[in-house]
Structures are given as C-alpha cells and as structure tokens.
C-alpha cells in the first residue's frame, strides 16, 4: 500500500544496515517507513503440575526501512519487473481470474454493491464491466474475499457487527490491509481507497484509541492474505503459481 502511494515498483524493502550489507546506500534525504514483523509460534513450557505443556507465543517488531527504489547500488534483482503486469491485458485477466476461481469461493454477480454475507458465506460483487477497471473489480473482490477469510470454518472472526461500531471498522481495516497485501504480490491498485473517507476516519478513531489496533489488524490481516494467496495457488517466494500467473499469455 505504502508503495504504491508513494509510486514505487520494487517490491522489496530493508533497513539502512541491509542495504548496505548488499552494496548500496539510501539515497540523502529519503525517508524511511515503518514495518511491522508479525511471528507466531508455539514454545515447550512447565504447566502448574510440572508437566510439559505448549503455550502460543506472538512476537511484534517494528522497523525502519527503506525501498530498494530509494537505495542507490543495489543489485538488478531488487529492481525486478511486475510479474502480471508484464503480461498482456487479456491474458493477465485470465490468470488473475483463475487465481480468483481456485480460492473456490460462493461468488455471485449481482447488482451495484460489492459485499460479503457471513450467514450464507457468499460473496456478492456487481458485474466487472460496472467498475472503471477490471483491475478495480480485482482489487474489491481481495477486499470482500478477506472478509471471507472470517467464516467460522475458516480464520473465525468477529463478523457480527453492527456498520459504524469499532469492531466493524476494525474487520473493515483487516480486510483493507489483507487486500493491499494481495495487491503487492499480484499487481493490483490500492486506488480504491480514495473512495473510502468515512471507513478512513473511522480507522483513525481507532487507532487513537488503541495503540496495538494497527498490530492486532496487520497479524490478522496477514493471516487472511496468506489464506488466501495459498488457496489461490500463489507462492511469492519462488515467483512460480499453480496457475502460472508469471507465464505469458
């Protein structure tokens, strides 16, 4: 999201001391942004009965880091080419349709509204030709498919909550981060957002009012994209999908 805001194309980021270690330098006066690593794991302890017992652990960092397009000397490989978007425009809608098939998702088109109903589990989305873009249509799709992610079978959140609570707008923050971290690996816009003021101000409210709000809504929203990436075939550590998202068309 951060990098596609500030018009960014590399995917990859670092810390002033990594940078270096691979033979670059920040460039003076560039800014760094702050990255939250999200861990969980499970840790052999000593229960009150003197028995072994496991006990699930988080860990939380942040750090300051830098883009690889504000870094001056690095090697070509953290300079790559969009993988999708290096693809023909039909072609990439046919890949990014398959992605979206494989998650096997209850999807019907229907009407002007883009929504997700937990009681059904089905996921409502307006025509594609509706949308300005079918990179558009995309990227609201990610978005209701993370609130999807929710369903009691699934990563079973809260999803009963009444529109304009907290706990609505923090499902809806969830949901936002999970579908830009979808966008960065499959090139989709997070311009959407601009449309979305009131969800905005109402994230604000709490962020205010909880610090841990961002880190609580990043781990979840972390899970959900991770979720969905793997049911969609997707695996950015290889740049290679069961649906050969990288192949030209």
Partial sequence: MVADGCGYASPYWMTYRQCQA???????????????????????????????????????????????????????????KPLIAALEPEGREDRLDAFFAHIGA??????????????????TMPPAELFEAYDHYYATLAHELSHWTGHSSRLDRDLKNRFGSDAYAAEELIAELSSAILGAE?????????????????WLKILKSDERAILTAAAKAEEAASLLLGLGGYQSSEGETDVDLADAA
């Fill in 22 to 80: 691979l033979g670059g330098q920040v460039r003076k006066g560039e800014k760094s942004t702050i990255a939250i690593f999200y861990k969980s794991y499970t840790k052999e302890v000593e229960n009150a009965e003197g028995d072994a017992d496991t006990e699930n652990r988080r860990v939380l960092k942040a750090y300051a880091v830098f883009n690889a397009d504000q870094c001056d000397g690095l090697p070509e490989c953290y300079h790559p």
């Fill in 106 to 123: 209850d999807l019907r088109h229907h009407g002007a509204q883009a929504y997700y109903e937990p009681l059904r589990d089905r996921v």
């Fill in 186 to 202: 499959l090139g989709l816009p997070v311009t959407h957002l601009d449309h979305h003021a009131s969800y905005i101000a109402s």
